[in-house]
Structures are given as structure tokens and as C-alpha cells.
């Protein structure tokens, strides 16, 4: 699941809108957020996206013999950034401001949507997330500030509801109903053309 911690993120941008809920209007603030970070946070996603952005530098320098198995050049150098659709909800973001601690802004129950992954050459990759927020009303003057800004920002999902939420990367499939074992009946030389189930109880009778 994704998530980061203590890591450098850029605000792009902070726009302000509408939200409907029910018959009440409220507002709602879109931060769009970009950071950079090692290919692995692609595992969160799913474990093929790497393999299939990149693979093993075919003229390795010191840092890629240091760990000749990694991935760390393009594999399609001319792909742009690719989207990943997926809604996320219950987050909650740190975002440093000030001395810190008390001072930070807390957004809560956050949903986080409009994922691009930019894969770059070394191993690294620009992930960009749109984060929608219900900040308090001192702290939408603090966020707006930031566009442009590299700051500090913890991005934690919520607590799993069930056990196998728990365990999703190693959940265990589904069951499925046994196939049927019914034996198909061949038919005998008397019933040709038209063989029928009941054929054997008739004869008998």
C-alpha cells in the first residue's frame, strides 16, 4: 500500500473547489504532489511494474556493479509518464511547517487519486498523486504557500479492517467450486442416433 515517511515532496500545486455532500456544499482543496523516489516504491503498485519499466544496465558503471541483478536502466526510454488509476481514502498527510511537532499540518481522512509514474534512467522514478483535502481554514493560507516548494510530508494509509487487508500481498486466493465430476455415458450400438439417460432403465424394465 502506498505510503511514505519523512519524505521530500514537492507541491505543485494547490487549487481550491467545491464538494457536494448531500445538500450541503463544502470545500475541498486538491494538492498535486510530485516526488522522486527509488523504482522500489513501484512494489507498492504492483510487483511487474518495474520489471517492466525497466531492466539490468547493459554497460553497468561502479554503483550498478555494486548490485549487477538491479534493475536500474530504461527499458523504454521514450514512454512518458504512465498513469495509474487507483483511489486510495482514510489517508492521513504530515506536512511539515515551522519548528514542527505541533506546528505541522495534519489533514485527515484524505482520499489520493491521479497517480503518473515517470520511470528515469538510474533507478529512480517521479511519482505524481493528487492529494484531496478538507485542511482547516489556517491552514489552507500555510498550504498555498508552498506551491513550488520541496517540503517534508508524511503520507500514511489507515489501519487495515480485516485480516486479509492485513495480509493482501499474501492473501490466498479465492476458492472455487470443485468441477463436476458427473462421467459422460457412451452410447451403445441399439440407441444410436438418439441415446438417452433412461435408456438402461427401460430396457430393464
Known amino acids: 500500500m502506498f505510503q511514505l515517511k519523512d519524505t521530500k515532496v514537492l507541491i505543485a ?95 485527515g481522512d484524505c482520499k489520493i487519486d491521479g497517480f503518473k509514474f515517470k520511470a528515469q534512467q538510474g533507478g529512480t522514478v517521479s511519482v505524481r498523486f493528487r492529494v484531496i483535502a478538507h485542511p482547516k481554514t489556517e491552514d489552507v493560507g500555510r498550504l498555498c504557500e508552498m506551491i513550488q516548494n520541496t517540503i517534508e510530508m508524511d503520507v500514511t494509509p489507515p489501519e487495515p479492517a480485516t485480516v486479509q487487508e492485513l495480509f493482501s500481498d499474501n492473501a490466498a486466493p479465492a476458492e472455487t467450486a470443485p468441477a463436476s465430476k458427473k462421467k459422460t455415458r457412451v452410447a451403445t450400438l441399439e440407441e444410436w442416433p438418439f441415446p438417452t439417460e433412461n435408456n438402461d432403465t427401460t430396457k430393464a424394465a
Open 13 to 107: 500545486s494547490v487549487n481550491a473547489r467545491a464538494e457536494k455532500h448531500g445538500d450541503r456544499t463544502e470545500p475541498a482543496f486538491d494538492l498535486t504532489c510530485e516526488v522522486s523516489c527509488p523504482s522500489t516504491v513501484l512494489d507498492m503498485f504492483n510487483k511487474e511494474l518495474r520489471p517492466m519499466l525497466y531492466k539490468k544496465n547493459d554497460q553497468p558503471d561502479l554503483v550498478d556493479q555494486a548490485d549487477p541483478e538491479a534493475l536500474t536502466a530504461l527499458r523504454f526510454p521514450k514512454v512518458d509518464a504512465l498513469k495509474w488509476e487507483l483511489d486510495l481514502a482514510g489517508y492521513a498527510i504530515r506536512v511539515a511547517y515551522g519548528i514542527g511537532g505541533p506546528s505541522d499540518i495534519q489533514l
